[in-house]
């Protein structure tokens, strides 16, 4: 395994949590100890809010020793009182299993919970489990009206999977023109998966420009397929240009794509070693400067 890969592989735990405390939520572990002592009598004194705060400082090990089952045991009071985040969190917590056993049927009551009072991530993961069966019969026309609504309040994941459905033509007509907009709006947010999408749509009707742009944006992200088309997009509609076909094979190769490095060593005597040496600082100066393009795990495709 190379270092880029160790870099890029870590499994997140902690995902809602950390997601919110960057965002200064209310319902997450404070960092001054005097917001911790006040979070915690607020806690005592059964507030779904202060609860799911608490259990965040468990399940962190910020202010108090790390601490699953008391994490799990607050935030399944503070859904108890209906709470959507504390909703959501007890659903994921069935839904993968972090620190008890999976169980789909809870998952799917908690999930619900939340995703009907318009938590958009729980939204997102209800779609999920239509989409795959899990504790619930697959139904891709609920999976598209759950991802519908969580997209409409701006939720990636459920943006891009409302696009698939429109491009595939499942749980919803087929619309490849609305689900451009969907791809686009996800793209925007980050989505490397839409990103990559974009690209490819933007290289099938040779606009150069923009291909090469959603490409870059999806490498960015970790994505060797990306690498490797792009690669492939400078031998053919937006080239040729050897020089650069070349660097974005050997960024492709470095990240594991044995298509980018198959296409490597083709094009390696077809340039001089001027042209070979160029390519390579380049490619060493693009992951260098692109920390960003380590890979998060997603946990639904490790479903």
Known sequence: MTPV???????????????????????????????????????????????????????????????????????????????????????????????????????????????????????????????????????PAQAAEWNQKAATQGNAEAQLHLAKGLDDGVGVSKDSEEARKWYAKAARQEQPVAQLELARQSAGQGNCPVAVHWYEEAAGHGQEQAMYELGRLYLSKCGPDKDKAFTWFIIGGRFGSSESKAEAEGLTHRLTPAQKKHAELAAAKWIKEHPGSDKEEDEEEKR
């Open 5 to 139: 890969h160790t870099l890029r592989i870590f499994v997140l735990t902690i995902i809602s949590f950390s997601i919110a405390a960057a965002q200064g939520k209310p319902d997450v572990c404070p960092r001054a100890e005097n917001d911790f002592a006040a979070i915690q009598l607020k806690a005592a004194a059964k507030d779904p809010v202060a609860q799911t705060a608490l259990a965040s400082c468990y399940d962190l090990g910020q202010h108090v020793q790390p601490d699953g089952k008391e994490s799990i045991r607050l935030l399944t009071e503070a859904a108890g009182q209906g709470y959507a985040p504390a909703q959501y969190e007890v659903g994921r917590i069935y839904l993968y299993g972090r620190g008890i056993p999976i169980d789909y049927a809870l998952a799917l009551v908690w999930e619900r919970k939340a995703a009907e009072q318009g938590d958009p991530r729980a939204q997102r993961d209800l779609a999920f489990m239509y989409e795959r069966g899990f504790g619930v019969a697959a139904d």
